[in-house]
């Protein structure tokens, strides 16, 4: 065993159904814009260009089932997406064969700090701010996709307070599962705990204190999030 100056950190794991086993996370890779009506709303081009990524912290996934407000913003928006867990990578995966290296899909949110990220991208920074920090992404228990089969369909929705607000279908992705697995693995390493946000739809928007997410896929049930 390893000496270490000071206490390691745990390294996060993810519930998965049917199982008291956890999934370990080693990284955590998310597309931006992956919906055309998204990619309009927020003021961009639909068409195909390469897709870009950023990154959250393994840490920031939290299966609590709530989402405290954070701190130096007032314009936290609400980004359902469909999480994909890998259970090996490698480099150069080629897109025909991208799906096996998937263990299982999980409800998510992508929670942003939309203030500071609009603020970053004027300035030309990194996103960080507005992405990456504490527990920014709920999650749900993993399903394993040799019980689901693999999901390249069906509806994926947010409702605030019982009224629908994000509404949409996983066929509606402009880049699909496998490809987001091999253009990453041009660019990186992928490795098995390594999880992937899908992108969301349209319809995001702001959540305020008290406020109940309920996030759906088909194929995955619901998740509740209340923001705190």
């Known amino acids: 065993m390893p000496h270490y100056a000071i206490e390691a950190p745990q390294a996060p794991g993810l519930a998965i159904e049917g199982t008291d086993a956890l999934f370990p996370v080693r990284r955590v890779y998310c597309i ?24 959250k912290n393994p840490d920031n996934l939290d299966p609590s089932g709530s989402f405290p407000y954070p701190p130096h913003s007032s314009d936290v928006h609400h980004e359902v997406e469909m999480a994909v867990a890998l259970k090996s990578g490698g480099t150069n995966i080629p897109v025909d064969s991208a799906l096996d290296h998937v263990f299982g899909y999980a409800l998510s949110l992508d929670m942003t700090r939309r203030d500071l990220q ?3 991208k004027k300035l030309g ?36 307070n019982g009224e629908v607000r994000q509404e949409g279908d996983l066929n509606q992705m402009i880049w699909k599962v496998p490809e987001m697995i091999s253009y ?6 992928l490795a ?22 309920e996030v759906s896929v088909e194929g995955l049930g619901k998740m509740a999030v209340k923001v705190v």
Request: aromatic share 8%; no cysteine.
């Open 184 to 189: 990453l693995s041009e660019y990186f390493e």
């Open 125 to 160: 920074r990194p996103w960080e701010i507005g992405k990456a920090f504490e527990r920014s992404a709920p999650i749900g228990p993993i399903h394993r996709a040799s019980d689901t089969g693999h999901l390249d369909r069906g509806r994926i929705a947010l409702t605030l």
């Open 32 to 55: 931006g814009r992956n919906y055309a009506a998204h990619a309009i709303e927020m003021g961009h081009d639909p068409d195909r260009e390469p897709p870009f990524f950023f990154q």
């Open 118 to 120: 609009s603020e970053a």
């Open 192 to 213: 098995p705990g390594d999880v992937i946000l899908s992108g969301t739809p349209s319809g995001v928007g702001p959540v305020q204190r008290g406020d109940v997410m």
